[in-house]
């Protein structure tokens, strides 16, 4: 399937979807579900229209994002930190780990007390914990990647006269990769819920918070406002992350069926080379590949 | 130690090794030493591996990297005294004492788990030995150095760096300026006949593109001594019998001194100025090797005895 194809199939879920639920509402359906309260997407479409044309959408629009890069921007660094640490030293294992994996099942959320007690301003508080949401998904893949590598590979650079740094820049940072960013993208997904959760408890504006304020005056069209914002704004972080994480990870040996990899037309047999990236302007591709081979036989 | 991937590798070119035997040697004298392993087919195969080579080498020739590689001896001495080598809680030979001697190259051989891998990484400091002592040049080697590299058997090139940057690894860690690391890597690139992959990820290459890429990244950093852990082992025979060629093309004028690990005992005698034999558990023999690289002197009767004792001892 080509990929405008692909994209239209998409475009057209989602369609299918909005379309079901204009119908449920509009015809106020209720079959024990109950649809005849519920706003139906015109409703919706209006209300978002005029939250568009108001200051306070934006307001709240980047006072959310503001919350959640800042939070989870310090999760990723401060996880994958402590991720390698721990995976790296027997020390830092010992000493952290206890307290991390006592920590960690504590549903982020949870920590809206300590973050009140702790943090002078509601603001910091929620940063803490979009922060404490998104750190342990990152700790943990982190974690996993590093004990993971292959040992070959520290071990060339050691007998190359690298020294601990030099591991780490060359060979423990890039070869984690894929797995942080496995990390990274649960952690963004948590991130979101717990940045919202947080705001409707304790946020002055955001998107939480209004979504919450729009309960408490029963404005359910308003309610719907805030949970499409945030899930657009959850689905176009998620997507940066990923797509940061695939540019990253360029190097990864990938199967044919990565999309853009497909270059339909193969013309006679020689498929062109699917790592673009790869193959940097001075090396043309294909007709060296088997070359080693001749060089020794001919 | 040896992995299980290993033991497949070595078990697959085990049998490859009666071929590659027979295409190296078996100029039609039907060379029978009682091993079963001479199969005496390939008829001059060997000259033909040998030309092919000649060209390659003619045209990396020209580019020496600038540094004036081979100007004077500058191999190392590796001692091992009364070594017991391993993992602690699991010793894997005792009782080594070898001594290799500046620009020499000592081939180890014996079976696949023998501890050959073990004492290589006690040589370059990745492994401490349990017992007796690891020196080289007369001080004891207490860890990994740049003058002392590895080449592995596979897969130990970075996979997220080209083929140049993986090569440029070593003398971005020694410091060297951009434009000199440029040139080296360039001359060093051709001279392993891989100029036109220098921006291929590994794994967009064949495995002995691979392998060249290893062995320009370890000399590439002017090691005194290069220890070589089966490199050519999960090779074919015929891309196996030109990468030795290639080996000793491109050691020549180094210096270096060369520990040589590998199950193949006609790669042994080809390359080793002397082969340490290894198994059960200890350091049985170390023979001197005649006409050491000279692929005409595989029939040499002397070779040949070399070779049935070899193969005797190792119990195959």
């Known amino acids: ?298 | 130690m040896s992995t299980s991937s290993e033991t497949e590798t070595e078990t697959e070119t085990e049998n490859k090794n009666g071929h590659g035997t027979g295409t190296g040697t078996g100029t039609g004298t039907g060379t029978t030493n009682g091993t079963g392993i001479e199969t005496g087919t390939g008829t001059g195969t060997g000259a033909e591996v040998g030309g092919g080579m000649g060209i390659g080498i003619a045209a990396a020739d020209g580019a020496r990297p600038p540094t004036g590689v081979g100007t004077s001896p500058r191999g190392t001495r590796l001692t091992l005294r009364g070594a017991t080598l391993g993992h602690p809680d699991a010793a894997a030979v005792s009782g080594v004492d070898v001594d290799v001697s500046p620009g020499e190259i000592l081939t180890v051989v014996g079976p696949s788990g023998c501890g050959k891998s073990t004492l290589l990484r006690t040589l370059a400091g990745l492994l401490p030995p349990l017992a007796g002592t690891a020196e080289q040049d007369g001080h004891p080697v207490d860890g990994p150095g740049a003058d002392r590299a590895l080449v592995f058997q596979e897969d130990a090139l970075l996979p997220w760096r080209t083929l140049r940057a993986n090569v440029e690894l070593p003398l971005a860690i020694q410091g060297l300026p951009r434009t000199e690391r440029r040139a080296q890597v360039t001359a060093w690139l051709e001279r392993v006949g891989l100029a036109a992959q220098a921006g291929q990820l590994p794994h967009r290459v064949s495995g002995g593109q691979r392998q060249r890429a290893q062995l320009a990244r370890a000399l590439a950093g002017r090691p005194r001594a290069v220890l070589m852990d089966e490199p050519f082992g999960a090779l074919d025979a015929q891309t196996r019998a030109g990468m030795q060629d290639l080996l000793v093309e491109v050691l020549r004028g180094t210096g270096a001194t060369v520990v040589f690990v590998t199950h193949d005992v006609d790669e042994a005698l080809f390359l080793g100025d002397r082969v340490a034999l290894l198994g059960a558990g200890r350091l049985t023999a170390v023979r001197e090797v005649p006409r050491p690289r000279d692929r005409t002197a595989h029939n040499a009767p002397a070779r040949l005895a070399l070779r049935r004792d070899v193969l005797t001892s190792l119990g195959t």
Not at chain 1, 41 to 56: E, K
Not at chain 1, 248 to 269: F, M, N, Q
């Open chain 1, 1 to 298: 399937m080509n990929r405008s194809a692909r994209y239209a199939l998409r475009i057209a879920s989602l369609a299918v979807a909005l379309g079901l639920w204009q119908l449920l509402t509009s015809r106020d359906i209720d079959l024990w579900l109950r649809f005849s309260q519920f706003p139906t997407v015109t409703d919706v479409a209006h209300t978002f229209a005029d939250r568009l044309a108001g200051p306070d959408y934006w307001t709240d629009l980047t006072d959310s994002l503001t919350r959640i890069l800042t939070g989870f921007l310090l999760a990723a660094v401060l996880g994958v930190a402590t991720g390698v640490l721990v995976a790296r030293s027997r020390l830092a294992e010992d000493l952290l780990g206890p307290v991390l994996e006592v920590i960690r099942p504590v549903p982020a959320i949870a920590l809206v007390p300590v973050a009140i007690l702790l943090f002078p301003s509601n603001e910091q508080g929620i940063v803490f914990i979009t922060c404490a949401a998104a750190f342990f998904p990152v700790l943990v893949s982190t974690r996993h990647a590093v004990r993971a590598l292959t040992p070959v590979w520290e071990e060339a650079v050691r007998t190359m006269g690298g020294g601990r740094w030099r591991v780490l820049g060359s060979v423990v940072l890039p070869g984690a990769l894929p797995g942080v960013f496995g990390g990274l993208s649960v952690g963004i997904g948590v991130s979101w819920i717990c940045v919202i959760s947080a705001e409707m408890i304790s946020g002055q504006y955001g998107v939480g918070y209004r979504t919450w304020q729009d309960y408490t005056v029963v404005d359910y069209p308003g309610v719907f406002v805030g949970m499409v914002t945030i899930g657009v704004l959850g689905w176009l972080t998620s997507t940066a992350v990923e797509l940061l994480g695939r540019r990253l990870t360029r190097w990864l040996p990938r199967t044919a069926h990565v999309p853009a990899a497909r270059p339909k037309p193969a013309p006679a047999g020689a498929a062109p080379s699917p790592a673009r990236a790869a193959v940097r302007e001075d090396t043309p591709a294909h007709p060296e590949e088997a070359r080693d081979e001749h060089l020794v036989r001919d």
